[in-house]
């Protein structure tokens, strides 16, 4: 099962924006009945990150909402996305005056 872009929820999405709620939510169902007999036994986590937190969203999601600096490795790519698409309406001249962090540069040898 496709999580990140997946279909069924994209249609539901559109049929709340088209104000059918209720056919919004039934396909909605239908993807988390789907998500939850899919990853019963199985690990849904796109994190490659070792983290004590893995695979329970519930908790890594608590704690950044907490800590508010971040947002959790697996949501990041989506909004990436829509910051690009943002970017492009001033050519991406955000990118000379963005210095990613130290962390995420600094390349380590493997041991």
């Given at each position: ?25 039934r396909?909605?169902?239908?993807f988390?009945s789907?998500?939850r ?16 937190y ?6 890594c ?27 492009e ?10 210095e990613?962090?130290?962390e995420?540069?600094?390349?380590r040898?493997?041991?």
């Amino acid at each position: 099962m496709k999580i990140e872009g997946n279909e069924l929820e994209k249609a539901a999405m559109e049929q709340f924006h088209k104000g059918n709620r209720a056919e919004g939510l039934r396909l909605q169902e239908e993807f988390a009945s789907q998500f939850r007999e899919e990853y019963k036994e199985k690990d849904h986590c796109p994190c490659q990150k070792a983290c004590r937190y893995h695979g329970n969203c519930k908790e890594c999601v608590a704690i950044h909402r907490a800590h508010q600096e971040h947002v959790p490795n697996c949501m990041r790519e989506m909004l990436n996305q829509r910051i690009r698409m943002l970017s492009e309406l001033t050519e991406h001249t955000i990118a000379r005056e963005i210095e990613p962090p130290k962390e995420i540069t600094v390349r380590r040898e493997n041991p």
